[in-house]
Structures are given as C-alpha cells and as structure tokens.
Nanobody, 125 residues
Framework: QLQLVESGGGLVQPGGSLRLSCAAS????????IGWFRQAPGKEREGVSC????????NYADSVKGRFTISRDNAKNTVYLQMNSLKPEDTAVYYC??????????????????WGQGTQVTVSS
C-alpha cells in the first residue's frame, strides 16, 4: 500500500528554519513527482513546491522562492523541504503528495493521487 509520512514540523520563531521530510513506503519514490502543499486555517490548500520524477526539475510558489528548497534522496525514499527565513504567514499544515505525472504542478492538488497526513508548522515569537 502506497503511504507518505511527513515529519519535521514544529514551532519556530520568525527567521528560523525547519526541514520537513516526506518518507514513502510501499512504492519507489523516484518514479513519482512529489509536491508539497500547505493549508492554513480558513484558507484553501496551496502549492508550495514540487520536484519532477523525470529530470528533477523543481517549481516554487512565489511566496517561498529563495527561502525554501525541495530535494529528494532516492536511496532513502524521501523528499525534503528545507524552509529558511520562516515568516508567520508560513504557518500551516504541510502535506506532501505524489503523482505519476512527469509534470511538476502546484496549481491543482487533484493531480496528486496520494497524500500524507500532514505536519503542523507554526511560526511565532
């Protein structure tokens, strides 16, 4: 059974850093394009970053460009999201998701068929 498990969330002060992990089980992660999405209370789920299975190309939301970095370690079957210079508006539940599409898209969560349970990130002083 295909499963994704996020970890690494927590409480951090503004300007701080966190690294989220998305570990896969039941399938080989390098065949999948992986996306990170987030959802804040009262807001729609939004795409944050994704990494393509075909060539490792990446995509970022404008709000996180230059601060977040997505990477994958196929040997560990894990995708990471390094988040630096965190801001209060980054506070949300962060989800990773997988799709067999080669296309790395942040615009339609419905393109991703498998989702993790989410990990809470809170940026507050």
């Amino acid at each position: 059974q295909l499963q994704l498990v996020e970890s690494g969330g927590g409480l951090v002060q503004p300007g701080g850093s966190l690294r989220l992990s998305c570990a896969a089980s039941g399938f080989t992660l390098d065949y999948y394009t992986i996306g990170w999405f987030r959802q804040a209370p009262g807001k729609e789920r939004e795409g944050v970053s994704c990494i393509s299975s075909s060539d490792g190309s990446t995509n970022y939301a404008d709000s996180v460009k230059g601060r977040f970095t997505i990477s994958r370690d196929n040997a560990k079957n894990t995708v990471y999201l390094q988040m630096n210079s965190l801001k209060p508006e980054d506070t949300a539940v962060y989800y990773c998701a997988a799709t067999l599409s080669y296309h790395c898209s942040l615009y339609d969560p419905a393109e991703y068929g498998s989702w993790g349970q989410g990990t809470q990130v809170t940026v507050s002083s």
